[in-house]
């Protein structure tokens, strides 16, 4: 195919559409300085020139035709690549033609697996440092509005899913609410905006707290019967969910997890969304254990600043502990009182099983043995 | 060329009508590899990520500057002549609009109904100008493809579910502005509509329920738009063939729920009787729902893209083409179950070669007949000049959606 024009430079034959007919005609390409000159093999007096750096060059692949896009409209079509490579190295003095930084990466693979490196490493960066720092800057600078609407909307939702409202007489929340605040007065500097809620949670949620972006506080009846005897241990307990609330975790997790979800969907998106977001959910555990270990050291120097010992933790989590054995123990009891029903009782088995591995496996909360440790000190 | 001159000989001497003899099948083959698609993407998303995403219009020609070099119909590769700093501005547009949207949602009800109708109004017209763009921008033996759908046809496959879902937001905002702050008015407007849950279920049940016609309506839009020289593309599909697919992929999903929760009581009726041990029987649980999912993935998915696509190209044709598609559901299943896995082994390294695979399985089932001459054809200029405006749009702000 290639072979050498009059005046010695290099010359191959191609296909060349003109844009306007579907006619392929059969033409010998050759470069003349800086112009393509295109010559007619059926009608020898027809010669195009076009500039070298005008015409859209191929790049470089080793599957696919060459075809090369002229400004008029025209294509040059090359069936085969070794071909046409050889004519553009040949022409070129070896510098080939539509080249450039990306096709010489993706042309080896050596470079490839130094951009596969860099890639991993750019997305392990942004995990660990860029979602945290966007997320926080986003959440720093949001109108306090609109986390306080997120908020608001939240327990609004909780509230139509999951919660009742309470059965802790008003006189006692009133209490609860003034220890509190005495508690938090005790401590110098700068008064967080906080709200709280006493909600009835059911016997499935049990004893717990939680804070919601909008410093909205909600505490379960549960954990207050489950420490009658031990209002401190109460008060530490919403300590930590302060501690929540001063760093406005609940809306730098929701960013980041925002955050995360959009990026690995721009990556993988075009394949699949769920592969995508199952990911952002797995990862979205890890960051929230480090908001868990900055609320409980907030949680221990109210403690210590308000006259506590931060020991009065050990309490929660040992009853906790006790709790959760005495649930494990009851569904045992009922299981063995109770023979008939099979298709119920394993409908309820692997749910509770399910729900077991689900918790090992996506545990949002350090070990309590490590934050046991943590209170003791 | 020859074969066909052999084949006008032939019909010469036997005396055929001219028209059958000239009868050609043009076979569709993709050439593309995974690996090196692979090496393309990586480098691809390195220079997207390090401009940090500024570089993507120019990714994604390469990407589509790839696919087409390898997709020969005819033994003719299409080629792409989009020019990615046009590309480069409707990208920027999609994101604001996109970005306006789903902010105006956070503010108030009011403002999110504002920005769903100004949604409602222009998202047809991009879709449009999309499918303008990409097709003015692909070319096979360097005859220009052209869309030529109506503005007003866009909005016609959309209009049920706008209407619907319109509806749907403008009942949540009047009920939340008669609900007020106060709790106890809330109270006293959700006794008042009581019947609002269920008025609002029916909605979306209608949503559902028009779903396959939408599907119908989108598909005759488009395929009724495509053209390439004076071909100009005719699809005849009616909906009640779109509506037996979608209640035969409801069939089987239904009965894969059934098979999986039979599997699962049965294997958890045993382990229960032999082992009461929570963590067997909670395996075995989660293994069944995966499996229950996958099967979802790996065969309901499959079947409804392999007849979907089969019907659509099947029902289209022009003058002097017509397609035929054989999308078999065994081999897309198999080959997406693999992909699925090795997706997954490889977190998502795989991704590359899984596009290219489906794309030559998808690409490869469908053939043309043509009646005629693709060399004697030659783009129309009037047809390319009937509707600038709409071209322009396309054009200007390059908006390019899927693949």
């Known amino acids: 195919m290639q072979a050498e024009t009059g005046a010695g430079a290099p010359s191959l034959l191609a296909d060349h559409f003109d844009g306007r007919s579907g006619r392929a005609r059969p033409v010998r390409l050759w470069l003349d300085g800086a112009s393509l000159v295109v010559h007619d093999q059926d009608l020898d007096v027809v010669e195009r020139r076009y500039p070298v750096r005008d015409v859209l060059w191929p790049e470089r692949t080793r599957y696919g035709q060459r075809q090369a896009q002229l400004p008029d409209g025209g294509l040059l079509v090359a069936k085969d690549t070794g071909d046409w490579d050889a004519w553009a190295d040949a022409s070129t003095m070896g510098r080939g033609l539509g080249g450039g930084l990306a096709v010489r990466w993706f042309s080896s693979w050596r470079h490839t697996l130094v951009a596969l490196a860099v890639v991993v490493a750019v997305g392990g960066a942004t995990w660990q440092w860029g979602v945290p720092a966007a997320a926080d800057g986003i959440a720093r600078y949001l109108p306090s509005a609109i986390e306080q609407r997120i908020g608001d909307e939240s327990l609004e939702q909780l509230d139509e899913v999951m919660l009742k409202p309470s059965k802790v007489s008003a006189a006692d929340q009133q209490q609860w609410r003034e220890r509190f605040a005495a508690m938090v007065a005790s401590q110098p500097g700068e008064m967080t905006a906080y709200t709280l809620h006493f909600r009835d949670a059911g016997k499935r949620i049990g004893p717990n707290a939680f804070a919601l972006p909008g410093g909205h506080i909600v505490v379960t009846d549960e954990l207050l019967t489950l420490l009658r005897d031990d209002p401190d241990a109460v008060l530490g307990v919403l300590a930590h969910e302060l501690g929540h609330v001063r760093g406005q975790h609940g809306m730098r997790l929701t960013i980041r997890a925002s955050l995360v979800g959009g990026l690995l969907g721009f990556v993988l998106g075009d394949f699949s969304s769920l592969l995508a977001a199952a990911p952002a959910v797995l990862l979205h555990t890890s960051y929230s254990r480090d908001f868990e270990r900055e609320a409980d050291a907030q949680a221990r120097q109210l403690l210590i600043d308000s006259g506590r010992s931060p020991r009065v933790m050990i309490t929660l989590f040992d009853r906790l502990d006790a709790w959760r054995d005495e649930r494990v123990a009851a569904a045992k009891a009922r299981r063995a009182s109770e023979p008939a029903g099979l298709a119920r009782e394993v409908d309820k088995q692997v749910r509770e099983g399910a729900g077991e591995l689900i918790s090992i496996a996506f545990s949002t909360h350090p070990s309590d043995d490590e934050r046991k440790r943590f209170f003791e000190r | ?403």
């Open chain 2, 1 to 403: 060329m020859h074969q066909q001159e052999g084949d006008a000989s032939t019909g010469g001497l036997t005396g055929w009508p001219h028209s059958s003899f000239r009868k050609r099948k043009l076979e569709i083959r993709f050439t593309g590899s995974g690996s090196e698609y692979f090496r393309i993407w990586i480098v691809n998303l390195l220079l997207t990520i390090v401009t940090a995403s500024l570089y993507w219009p120019f990714a994604k020609a390469r990407r589509i500057r790839y696919f087409y070099a390898n997709t020969l119909v005819d033994g003719h590769a299409l080629a792409f002549h989009g020019d990615p700093w046009k590309m480069f501005r409707g990208h920027v547009l999609l994101l604001v609009l996109s970005g306006v949207y789903s902010a105006a949602g956070h503010f108030s009800p009011v403002a999110a109904l504002v920005a769903f109708v100004l949604m409602a109004l222009i998202w047809p017209a991009l879709w449009r100008a999309g499918m303008q763009f990409r097709l003015g921008n692909t070319s096979w033996r360097g005859m220009r493809f052209g869309f030529s759908g109506s503005l007003k046809g866009a909005y016609v496959p959309m209009l049920p579910l706008w209407l619907l879902s319109g509806s749907l937001v403008t009942l949540g905002v009047v009920i939340g502005q008669l609900a007020g702050d106060r709790p106890e008015d809330a109270e006293r407007v959700m006794q008042q509509f009581s019947y609002l849950p269920f008025l609002m279920g029916g909605v979306v049940l209608l949503m559902v329920v028009v779903m396959p016609w939408v599907l119908a309506a989108i598909k005759r839009y488009q395929h009724n738009g495509y053209r390439i020289a004076s071909q100009q593309g005719e699809l005849r599909l009616g909906s009640g063939s779109v509506y037996w697919l979608c209640l035969k992929a409801l069939g089987l999903g239904l009965l894969t729920m059934l098979v999986t929760g039979i599997i699962v009581g049965v294997t958890a009726g045993v382990t229960a009787v032999f082992g009461r041990s929570v963590l067997a029987t909670a395996i075995t649980g989660v293994v069944s729902v995966g499996l229950g999912y996958l099967v979802f993935f790996v065969v309901i998915g499959p079947f409804f893209t392999a007849r979907l696509q089969n019907m659509v190209w099947n029902g289209t044709s022009s003058d002097e083409l017509r397609f035929d598609s054989q999308l078999r559901l065994a081999p897309l299943a198999w080959l997406t179950l693999k992909n699925w896995l090795l997706m997954l082994i490889t977190i998502g390294l795989y991704r590359p070669f899984a596009v290219v695979h489906i794309t030559r399985l998808r690409l490869e089932a469908v053939s043309l007949t043509v009646d005629g001459d693709p060399e004697a054809w030659v783009a129309s200029e009037t047809a390319a000049n009937q509707d600038a405006t709409g071209e322009f749009a396309g054009d200007f702000f390059g908006i390019d959606m899927g693949l």
